[in-house]
């Protein structure tokens, strides 16, 4: 589904070149939800963009449902890192929701659905006619996931949404979208600095080394479908496979090359 | 009986509020009173005697064949420079390079002050409505175009994204994303343009006219009727007053979200 080929890209200022990565290579199946983890700084927003089409990359390829991405691909949804100024201040919630839909030439009934099952989905439903300014900050970011999942995308992207907001309202924002993954069968690319995280949401943990930029390692998680905050952070596997990603990491930073996959 | 008291509380609050807003003219027009009447200037005048002068002298003929016709004057130009001040600033705006071909040429016309274009206007125009419509859109349009450049060119760049990500473009990506954006930057250039365009407007009508509300002014001026040379500028300032007031309610419906942000802001 997402083919991403030797990424290399590398930013030209007027007189420095910093190269953001290096060389990514990695593939997600369709329906697969993969994290995406690695050090502040290492060029996951870089990637991110290249995959949503709004880079080009220095080198190689990025390929979406078979076809090569030279512009943003039609099925495509982004949750920005900068969640906040996403949104629309001159739209209200709903009128965020259903912007891009109007661009998808549906008709008004069908849009009204799709937004309200959005906004339902988010827990939301009450705050369709307030303005991104009258909410908290996770509010916003959940109008920003709905406004994605409204658009009813094949592959949906989040760069690190949760950074900004309580511990609690994380959990139940992952939560969250662990449901909207299963329920409406996206494949979902998460990028997030936070390993616990990355385990707790993904099929799939990547790990990304700092610059320059390549995949450390690519973590299969093997925990049950139905996750749950208590029983499945306190599991055993849990503990094992964060502990993996974690030296993984720290591997990484020290620029060692992926030890030999742990046993299992 | 809370009735009563949330009644009388909104009375009181609108008796501040009307203090506020008259206390200070009145004040102005009884120092103005007292001085004029104790004053020998034949160039003074009571306060009164002006009112009195600007009921006969406006309340007439004269309300339809000079001061209508230079309020639409005054509309026409201030229209006029409003569409072609925003529509350049978001063309400039959008395009580094048209922007940098077009930046040394804009700031020397920026820098001639309006009336000095009189002349050459007759000239080339010769001396009529669409002369004097000239002379208004060349003086206002420079806050205006200037200010667009400028908030076109802030427009969020993750707004931006977002709108390329989801196919967001054509016209509504220019209405929804770029003008909105810049909408608090052309509101202020839009405000600025409107103190400008009244006073061109007067400008345009001193030169070589016959009629309209700056004639007018100085045709009283020159002909030593002094109430009613007073009694126009008395005009000028409640027109003034007026489209200013009516701007601001214009502003405030446009920009509500603006303001919103940056309560939400101060709140943090
Ligand atoms: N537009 C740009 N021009 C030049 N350099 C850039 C640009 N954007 C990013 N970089 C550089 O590329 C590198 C990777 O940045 P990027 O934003 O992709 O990192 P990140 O992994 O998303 O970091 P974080 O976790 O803090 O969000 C950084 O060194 C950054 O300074
Ligand atoms: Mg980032």
Not at chain 2, 58 to 73: A, H, N, T
Request: hydrophobic share 45%.
């Amino acid at each position: 589904m997402l083919d991403v080929n030797g990424v290399q890209k590398i930013y030209r200022g007027k007189d420095r070149e910093v190269e953001a990565v290096r060389d990514l290579t990695f593939r997600l199946e369709e329906g697969e939800l993969a994290c995406l983890v690695g050090p502040s700084g290492c060029g996951k927003t870089t990637l991110l963009k290249c995959i949503a089409g709004l880079l080009k990359p220095t080198s190689g390829s990025v390929e979406v449902a078979g076809k090569a991405v030279t512009g943003p691909p039609r099925d495509m949804s982004v949750v920005f890192q900068e969640y906040g100024r996403s949104l629309f201040s001159w739209l209200t919630v709903q009128g965020n929701v259903e912007l891009p839909l109007k661009e998808k030439k549906l008709s008004k009934e069908r849009r009204r659905t799709l937004v309200t099952e959005a906004l339902e989905a988010v827990g939301l439903a009450d705050s369709a006619r307030s303005y991104p300014w009258q909410l908290s900050g996770g509010m916003q970011q959940r109008v920003a996931i709905a406004r994605a999942i409204a658009y009813e995308p094949r592959v949906l992207l989040m760069d690190e949404p949760f950074a900004a907001v309580d511990a609690q309202t994380r959990a139940d924002l992952e939560d969250l979208i662990r449901g909207l993954w299963q329920r409406f069968s996206m494949t979902v690319l998460f990028i997030t600095h936070d390993i616990d995280e990355a385990v707790y949401l993904g099929q799939r943990v990547l790990v990304l080394s700092s610059s320059p930029t390549v995949v450390q390692d690519d973590v299969a998680v093997d925990l049950p479908a139905e996750r749950d905050q208590l029983t499945t952070r306190s599991d055993q596997r849990f503990t094992e496979l964060r502990a993996r990603v974690y030296s993984e990491i720290q591997n990484a930073k020290n620029g060692q090359a992926a030890s030999a996959p742990a046993a299992t | 009986m809370t009735l009563v008291i949330r009644t009388v509380r909104i009375t009181r609050r609108g008796a501040v509020r009307l203090t506020q807003l008259f206390l200070l003219p009145v004040l102005l027009i009884l120092l103005w009173w007292w001085y004029s009447s104790a004053s020998a200037s034949y160039y003074m005048t009571t306060p009164g005697e002006i009112a009195a002068t600007f009921v006969e002298v406006w309340f007439s003929e004269r309300f339809f064949v000079d001061v209508l016709p230079s309020v639409g004057l005054l509309l026409t130009g201030y229209a006029l420079a409003a569409v072609l001040g925003t529509t350049l600033g978001v063309v400039l705006g959008l395009s580094s390079r048209m922007r940098a071909t077009a930046e040394p040429v804009l700031e020397f016309f920026r820098a001639i002050p309006p009336p000095v274009l009189v002349p050459l206007l007759m000239l080339l125009v010769g001396v009529n409505t669409p002369m004097k419509v000239a002379l208004i859109v060349s003086g206002c349009i420079w806050p205006i175009l200037l200010n667009t450049i400028e908030g076109v060119r802030s427009v969020d760049p993750v707004l931006a994204d977002t709108c390329r990500c989801y196919g967001v473009r054509g016209r509504r990506w220019l209405t929804t994303l770029v003008l909105r954006s810049a909408s608090p930057q052309i509101m202020a250039g839009l405000r600025q343009a409107l103190a400008i365009a009244i006073i061109l407007m007067v400008i345009s009508e001193m030169f070589a006219t016959t009629s309209g509300l700056g004639f007018s002014i100085v045709q009283f001026q020159r002909s030593f009727a002094i109430p009613e040379m007073w009694s126009g500028i008395v005009l000028l300032g409640l027109i003034g007053v007026t489209l200013s007031t009516l701007f601001v309610q214009v502003e405030r419906r446009v920009l509500r979200w603006y303001d919103g942000v940056r309560a939400a802001a101060r709140d943090e």
